[in-house]
């Protein structure tokens, strides 16, 4: 077989240690291998996932090293969670960068699902709440930590063999929420429409059948995907075949499939387009899909049975009342229009209550201190703010809150000027993007933001530059129709700049020639193959994009045109080794061999496909 240009043989040893025993898939931009731990007793496998620049320019590199500090610092942050595949190593050579991982061993989901409405395949409903509440739980870790996926598709989940649980894969896309605030918006609380991301900021376009149709990532876009999947295992209805409501825009699918009122109602509350209409949360997801369960509407499960079975690793357990009144959930607050969850309607109550019982007293003296404080404190007046708060006598009623508040603003003026100097260094070091990142770290410090302000201008316009060289990159690799690297350059494109506003038809574009050229790659496979040079055919399929629909049919014929092509090689030696023996001279060819070796019954016959409108590279104004 012939290997991809980028690609490591079989055999080669990684940093000394990891020695190749499989090519798992290869992109433009990053490999996978299979690998054996030479390091380790009796060399267990693992998976290296192989980062590898496009040429010697400094700016490639970059973007490189950028996806993968991107990749392993998120892996970092979820640590060893049983359903996430652990981080092993990561170092880096002149071939590129690598990320090792856990060898998870199983089916992926995509082997599972019904692939359109002429398969038998379809999940019970039985089926479909423990998928749910299995996955649900992971992406609720997930958000804890501050993470977005940012992927779900039925190729990023595998049923894991020896105990049948899903293992969620992939965090090649995923984003992280870049402040405490908003990694505690996805713990259950609802969470804010303009979540800012760390780690790319790409609008939803990666397999866009399992995503709202557009917008930036949040952490409810991992629970569209869910719903998602969910939806084509019990109406096998490919997602591209799901009917669309003309009125409202959204997925109108019940009538493919016959399931109770309550899981209608799950599956139709986390795919809804609009983000504040979904599920803000996993764990608010979970909460309803618990309560579905104990009001016994799963196909006549048995409740104590099921609620058992699902309680095993949950810590979210219904209340009393909830139990006697199975369809609390028909309205729960943390689905209305309002947008936030059950926790952070109580929070608002609580926080209002406190407010009111702690400014319902007449004024004072104490109180007007604390608010000449305050102003001076916004005005920027550090020491003064903090002499007049503790001016207050310590028999004042106020005396507590004036200390509290003492605490508090130390904390932030401290905390704001150090990321203000973060702010600064980055500017010098070129870092534009950090000079964002630690610029909104400053809170409620208004005279630390104004300094910031020109850092954050600055940053901007180098932001926007950066841009557009991006932008000419991926004009560049789109003109050489290699649309997988056109898309990866525009991805990194951030959509805080001008540049990164409007390229999103540009994405769409781009996906969708690389989909007409993995189709074209197959056509001319099958041509090859129809012509027995099966050599030719595996070059072909080795340039489809895993990213592609056409990406599994190539790996299926891949493995059946390396086995024919293999036979050639046996012939053809034998027959070399009889004319030697024989004293002749002279070489067999591979059609030779291939006519020799090949029933021409067998899968010779070139397959039809349209390989879709010629591809033209029209530049856009922007």
Not at 9 to 37: C, F, M, P
Not at 338 to 354: D, F, P, R, Y
Not at 397 to 409: A, E, G, H, N, P
Request: net charge neutral.
């Amino acid at each position: 077989m012939k290997t991809h240009a980028n690609q490591l043989s079989l055999g080669y040893l990684l940093n000394g240690r990891y020695q190749i025993v499989q090519v798992k898939s290869a992109r433009s931009w990053s490999q996978t291998y299979i690998v054996a731990d030479t390091r380790q007793n009796g060399q267990p496998q693992c998976i290296v996932k192989h980062f590898q620049p496009q040429g010697i320019h400094p700016k490639y590199w970059r973007f490189g090293k950028r996806l993968f500090d991107r990749e392993v610092d998120i892996l970092k942050k979820l640590g060893n969670y049983s359903q996430i595949p652990k981080l092993l190593d990561s170092f880096a050579d002149d071939r590129g960068f690598y990320i090792a991982q856990e060898l998870i061993v199983g089916n992926r989901l995509s082997q599972e699902l019904p692939i359109s409405r002429y398969c038998n395949k379809r999940w019970s409903e039985y089926q479909c709440v423990k998928f749910l509440n299995d996955i649900f739980g992971i992406l609720e870790f997930v958000h804890r930590q501050g993470v977005i996926h940012g992927n779900i598709n039925p190729d990023n989940l595998i049923r894991r063999k020896s105990d049948g649980r899903f293992v969620l894969i992939d965090f090649g896309e995923a984003y992280q929420i870049n402040s405490a605030s908003q990694v505690k918006a996805v713990e259950g609380i609802g969470f804010s429409s303009s979540l800012s991301l760390t780690s790319s900021f790409s609008p939803l376009t990666s397999h866009s059948r399992y995503a709202p149709k557009a917008g930036f990532p949040h952490p409810n876009s991992d629970l569209y995907g869910i719903g998602a999947i969910a939806i084509q295992a019990i109406t096998r209805l490919n997602p591209e075949e799901f009917p669309i409501n003309p009125d409202t825009g959204e997925i109108s699918w019940e009538q493919h499939a016959s399931v109770s009122e309550s899981m209608a109602f799950v599956l139709n509350h986390t795919v809804q387009q609009d983000p504040q209409k979904r599920f803000q949360s996993a764990t608010d997801a979970l909460i309803v899909l618990k309560t579905l369960v104990m009001s016994c509407e799963v196909q006549q499960v048995s409740n104590q049975e099921f609620v058992n079975e699902l309680a095993v690793e949950q810590t979210i357990k219904p209340t009393n009342n909830q139990i006697l009144e199975p369809n609390w959930f028909n309205f729960p607050p943390l689905i209305t229009a309002t947008g936030v969850g059950i926790a952070a309607s109580n929070t608002v109550a609580i926080s209002l209550g406190l407010y009111s019982l702690l400014y319902a007293a007449p004024s004072n003296p104490a109180l007007d201190l604390l608010e000449r404080a305050r102003i001076e404190y916004d005005e920027g007046n550090f020491n003064e703010a903090i002499a007049l708060a503790q001016s207050i006598p310590t028999d004042s009623s106020l005396y507590q809150k004036s200390v509290s508040t003492v605490q508090k603003w130390r904390q932030e003026w401290y905390n704001a000027e150090a990321q203000y100097k973060a702010a600064a260094q980055a500017l010098i070091e070129e870092r534009w993007h950090d000079v964002l990142l630690e610029s909104r770290k400053i809170n409620n410090v208004k005279i630390w933001q104004r300094k910031t302000q020109p850092l954050v201008e600055e940053a901007k316009l180098r932001l926007e530059a950066e841009a557009q060289e991006l932008l000419a990159m991926a004009y560049g690799q789109a003109a050489q129709k290699d649309f997988t690297s056109a898309i990866a350059f525009l991805k990194q494109i951030p959509p805080e700049t001008p540049t990164g506003a409007k390229i999103y038809p540009k994405l769409s574009e781009y996906q969708e020639k690389q989909r007409i050229k993995a189709q074209s790659l197959l056509q001319q496979a099958y041509q090859r193959a129809g012509e027995r040079d099966f050599k030719a055919a595996l070059n072909y399929l080795t340039q489809i994009p895993e990213d592609t629909p056409t990406y599994q049919t190539a790996q299926v014929k891949m493995a059946e045109y390396s086995q024919k092509q293999a036979s050639i090689e046996e012939v053809k030696r034998i027959v070399e080794l009889d004319r030697a023996a024989q004293g002749k001279s002279g070489e067999i060819s591979d059609r030779t061999a291939a006519e020799s070796s090949v029933n021409t019954d067998s899968t010779g016959k070139t397959v039809e496909l349209n390989p879709g409108e010629q591809l033209q590279e029209v530049k856009p104004k922007i």
